[in-house]
């Protein structure tokens, strides 16, 4: 072997592990508390970073407002979120999307304890509803856009996260929510809550992993091939499975490789909305 290629051998080297013993962020969206989150995210993070070498630190804001500021910043990563990546802001940002859960759609769904008297949308007029965040996705923008179109106005309550306002509605506090219709059942299984739904919206992609366009290809590639079919291997898909139970998430698990292309209804959503100052 001559002599430059093994000079070049050992630059690659050397910049590869370099590479890997950088430390990456992880920003995750609010949508639970930040206990059940670390629960279900640092297993998963800490399978990558045995699989790879790449270590990646879980962040978030402390509530859905400052994740979301962060994320238009740019300061993670890598992210999981469907704010902000489909806005506007995103040009500054500049996330793209790898992966996506491997699992049936999310839908956005209004909500009632199951012995409410309401029994159709239009009986909210006026009445005092909860949205996680007016940052949602499918727990206020996709809602709240249908109750608009339809000439139904209530009176906004914010509940900080989706398990947030989803425990206001348990508690009496609104008389009924907008909700992610995945953590909504993972609520009820985990709390023994009982709901009826009024309304279901389309179906969207549940929220992708995104990475920021100053992380390394060599490191977005390792990431990406560690948690693409991380339920195939045994190892990853225990860990998988153990970070599900914590918050009563059902099969299948884990992730699967995507790109924007996946995610072309919400861009269509937003050109649509009649809410303001949202979209691109």
């Known amino acids: ?11 690659l080297f050397l910049t590869m592990s370099w590479a ?29 970073g045995k699989k790879t070498g790449v270590t990646l630190v879980m962040r978030m804001g402390k509530d859905v407002q400052e994740t979301d500021a962060m994320t238009a910043r740019g300061d993670y990563d890598f992210l999981y979120s469907n704010h902000v990546i489909f806005s506007h802001q995103n040009d500054t940002a500049g996330y793209r999307i790898i992966l996506r859960p491997n699992e049936d759609a999310i839908e956005g769904q209004i909500v009632v304890p199951v012995n409410s008297p309401i029994t159709s949308l239009s009986a909210l007029q006026n009445k005092e509803v909860g949205f996680p965040s007016k940052t949602a996705f499918v727990g206020y923008m996709v809602p709240m856009d249908h109750l608009l179109k339809n000439d139904i106005n209530v009176k906004v309550v914010l ?10 509605l348990k508690a009496g506090t609104v008389v009924a ?18 709901y009826r739904v009024l309304w279901t919206s389309p179906g969207y992609r549940n929220l992708p992993i995104s990475v920021s366009a100053k992380v390394p290809p060599s490191v977005v590639g390792l990431v990406s091939q560690a948690l693409d079919k991380m339920d195939e291997d045994p190892i990853g898909h225990a860990v998988l499975k153990a970070s599900a139970d914590v918050i009563h998430q059902s099969p299948p698990y884990g992730f699967r490789a995507s790109s924007d292309k996946d995610y072309s209804n919400y861009v269509q959503f937003y050109k649509a909305t009649v809410l303001k100052d949202v979209g691109p």
């Open 1 to 11: 072997m001559s002599w430059v290629r093994k000079l070049a051998l050992v630059v």
């Open 20 to 48: 890997h013993a950088e430390t990456f962020t992880f920003g995750v969206l609010n949508q639970r508390s930040p206990t059940l989150t670390a629960q279900y995210w640092n297993p998963i993070l800490d399978y990558v």
């Open 159 to 168: 509940g900080g996260n989706q398990e947030g306002i989803m425990a206001q």
């Open 177 to 194: 929510a907008a909700v992610n219709s995945r953590v909504m059942g993972e609520y009820a299984a985990r709390t023994g809550f009982q």
